[in-house]
C-alpha cells in the first residue's frame, strides 16, 4: 500500500533507492574472502573444479554474462554463461570439474529449474546458486548456494536483485581466485575495502536522478533506442535496453560498440538515441570512435561517462557523469542511471511500472 511506498510513487522507484541498503545487507554477512561463504564444504568443491558454467533467465542472465568477465580475468576460471531455456534443450559437451552455477532472484523460474537438473543428469554434480530467496527450490536443489539480501523485490523488472547478484558474483570470483592462489592478503583486503565503499558510491550515483529525469522527456517520445558497451558494460548495455523495453514499451537494442558498423549502424537517424556506457576503462578510446560513427550519422548520443573520461557535451553529446571510476566494480554503479532511465522514461509515458503488460514477476511455468 501506499504506506510502505513512503516517498517513492512506484516499487521499482523504491527498490532501485534500496540498493546502498541491499548491497551493505548482504556484505553484512561477509567478515572476508572465504569459500565457506557459499556453504560447508565450498573449499573442496572449488579445488576440485576448473570451469564454471552459468545458467540463469532475463536480468539474471546479464548478471551472469557480467560475471563472466569477473571470472576469466581475475580467477583465471574459464567461463561459459548460457540462457537456461536454451542450454536445457541443447546438445552440449559436459565435462565432470565444472561448478555449475545458477542466478535466480525467485528461486522458482522453471527453465532455470530444469537447466540445473539437465546439467546435473549429464555428471556434473557440483551445483552452487546465487539466489534471493532462502527457502526457494533453487536453494534446496543446489549443493551450495549464496543467498542475497535484496529483501522482497515486487516490481516486475528486477533492479536490487540485479546488483546485489553481481556483488555476490563478485565475492564468488574472489573466493575462487584465493583456491586458485590468484588472491594475495593484500589483494584481499583492497577488494574488500572496495566492496564495502559500494553503498557510499551508489548513494551518489542515485543523486543523479534529476539530470537523467531531463533526459527521460527525450526518451519518452521515441520509439526505439540502441545502446552501447564495451567489455564488462556491454552486459550493462544490455540491461539498460531489457529495463527500457520492459516497462517503456520502447524497443531498444543493445550492441557491444565494436559491431555497430556490421549492422546497427544502418539504423542511426537524428532520430535515434545511442545510449553509451562509457567508464574510462582501457577501451574508452575504442568507444569514444564508435561514439564518433554515430555523430557521423546525426544520431543523438547520450553518454554515461566517468568523472575522468574527457568526453564533453556538444550538438548531439549529451553527458551525464558518474561521480567516480570504480575500476572492476563500476558495472555495479553504472546500471543505475540506466535503471532510472528507463522508470522516468516508463513514468513519462504513463505505463504500469511495477506490473507492465505481458510480464510476470516469476515465470514457473515453461
Ligand atoms: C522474469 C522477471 C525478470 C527476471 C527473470 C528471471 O522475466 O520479470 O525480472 O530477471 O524472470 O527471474 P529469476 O527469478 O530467475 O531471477
Known amino acids: 500500500g501506499a504506506a510502505e511506498l513512503g516517498p517513492y510513487r512506484h516499487y ?11 548491497i551493505a545487507d548482504t556484505l553484512d554477512a561477509v567478515p572476508g574472502i572465504s569459500p565457506e561463504l557459499f556453504g560447508d564444504g565450498a573449499y573442496r568443491i572449488f579445488k576440485e573444479v576448473d570451469r564454471v558454467l ?6 539474471s542472465y546479464y548478471a551472469g554474462s557480467t560475471a563472466r568477465y569477473w571470472l576469466e580475468s581475475v580467477a583465471g576460471i574459464p567461463t561459459t554463461v548460457e540462457i537456461a531455456s536454451e542450454y536445457r534443450y541443447r546438445d552440449s559437451v559436459p565435462d565432470p570439474r565444472t561448478l555449475v552455477v545458477t542466478i535466480s532472484q525467485s528461486g522458482e523460474t522453471a527453465d532455470t529449474l530444469a537447466a540445473l537438473k539437465h546439467a546435473r543428469s549429464l555428471g556434473m ?6 539466489c534471493n530467496v532462502a527457502t526457494s527450490a ?12 535484496a529483501g522482497v523485490e515486487i516490481g516486475v523488472a528486477s533492479t536490487k536483485a540485479f546488483t546485489t547478484q553481481l556483488v555476490a558474483l563478485y565475492l564468488l570470483t574472489l573466493a575462487l581466485a584465493q583456491v586458485k592462489g590468484r ?23 542515485l543523486a543523479l536522478e ?10 519518452s517520445r521515441k520509439e526505439n533506442a540502441l545502446f552501447l558497451g564495451r567489455g564488462l558494460h556491454y552486459p550493462i548495455a544490455l540491461e539498460g535496453a531489457l529495463k527500457l523495453k520492459e516497462i517503456s514499451y520502447i524497443h531498444a537494442e543493445a550492441y557491444p560498440a565494436g559491431e555497430l558498423k556490421h549492422g546497427p549502424l544502418a539504423l542511426v537517424t537524428e532520430q535515434m538515441p545511442v545510449v553509451t556506457v562509457a567508464p574510462n576503462d582501457a577501451l574508452l578510446e575504442k568507444l569514444k570512435s564508435n561514439m564518433q560513427e554515430v555523430r557521423a550519422r546525426a ?3 547520450y553518454v554515461f561517462a566517468d568523472a575522468d573520461s574527457h568526453i564533453a557535451s556538444d550538438t548531439g553529446v549529451h ?33 504500469d511500472v511495477d506490473k507492465p503488460r505481458n510480464l510476470a514477476k516469476s515465470v514457473t511455468v515453461e
Open 12 to 22: 521499482m522507484q523504491k527498490e532501485i533507492f534500496e540498493q546502498p541498503k541491499a
Open 54 to 59: 552459468i545458467l540463469a533467465c532475463g536480468t
Open 125 to 130: 554434480k557440483h551445483t552452487l546458486t546465487i
Open 138 to 149: 533453487m536453494v534446496r536443489e543446489c549443493e551450495l548456494a549464496y543467498v542475497t539480501r
Open 183 to 205: 588472491l594475495t592478503d593484500e589483494q584481499e583486503a583492497a577488494e574488500l575495502k572496495a566492496l564495502r565503499h559500494l553503498p557510499l558510491a551508489l548513494q551518489a550515483v
Open 210 to 219: 534529476p539530470q537523467v529525469i531531463a533526459w527521460s522527456e527525450d526518451f
Open 299 to 301: 544520431g543523438q548520443l
Open 319 to 351: 553527458v551525464i557523469r558518474m561521480p567516480e571510476h570504480y575500476g572492476r566494480l563500476s558495472p555495479i554503479l553504472h546500471v543505475v542511471p540506466l535503471q532510472l532511465l528507463a522508470y522516468h522514461a516508463a513514468c513519462a509515458r504513463g505505463t
